[in-house]
């Protein structure tokens, strides 16, 4: 239970330090310094400042699967993975102009393909598409919607992200469905790998 503590103080405060400076100007004695705890203390957890970033981004990749788990429509699984970046702007957009931005992108990227393959799968009921063309529409929606964020986000996060991805769906609406009809009516793609 301490342990468990300790390690979610770390995080918090990682967070909230994010909020106010730039990734590339937190050190660890800043941090420790901060959690009350000494630099032993964070070792014990931490291989460096890094790693505790990649376990933010990780935790928050899992608490979206588990909180998008039985949601029908990409929008509402894509808002929420956004989440974190409404409710911390400054922390995300700290990390998006430091030299750990892969670690953003890697998060976005997995949440939209994750979310885009369930929606497609789930789209797909019925229709004979193939499985590699299921693939190729579940990555061209994924790269879209990281490299939206990633916009959106080097733009100052000035929109409603909510309300952008939305209009997203309203305005693509039947695009996807529309794909797998045309992929069952296609010969097979001859790509290694495409069934």
Not at 68 to 87: H, L, S, Y
Not at 167 to 174: K, N
Not at 181 to 190: N, Q
Request: proline share 3%; charged share 30%; with cysteine.
């Amino acid at each position: 239970m301490a342990r468990q503590y300790t390690r979610e103080s770390i995080r918090r405060e990682f967070i909230a330090m994010l909020d106010e400076r730039p990734l590339d100007e937190i050190t660890v004695t800043d941090l420790v310094a901060r959690c009350e705890i000494n630099r032993k203390t964070f070792y014990y957890y931490y291989q460096d400042i890094y790693a505790v970033l990649s376990e933010i981004f990780e935790s928050e990749l899992e608490a979206v699967y588990a909180r998008t788990r039985g949601t029908d429509a990409w929008e509402a699984g894509f808002t929420e993975a956004v989440r974190i970046a409404m409710e911390h702007k400054r922390a995300v957009f700290h990390v998006y102009h430091s030299m750990r931005r892969e670690e953003l992108e890697r998060y976005l990227y997995t949440v939209a393909g994750e979310v885009m393959l369930r929606y497609v799968n789930r789209e797909s009921e019925g229709i004979h598409a193939s499985e590699a063309d299921k693939r190729l529409i579940a990555m061209f929606y994924q790269c879209a919607l990281e490299q939206m964020v990633l916009s959106w986000i080097g733009g100052g996060m000035k929109e409603d992200a909510p309300a952008l991805i939305s209009r997203i769906g309203l305005l693509f609406d039947g695009n996807i469905r529309l794909s797998l009809e045309h992929s069952a009516k296609l010969p097979v793609p001859p790509w290694k790998g495409a069934e």
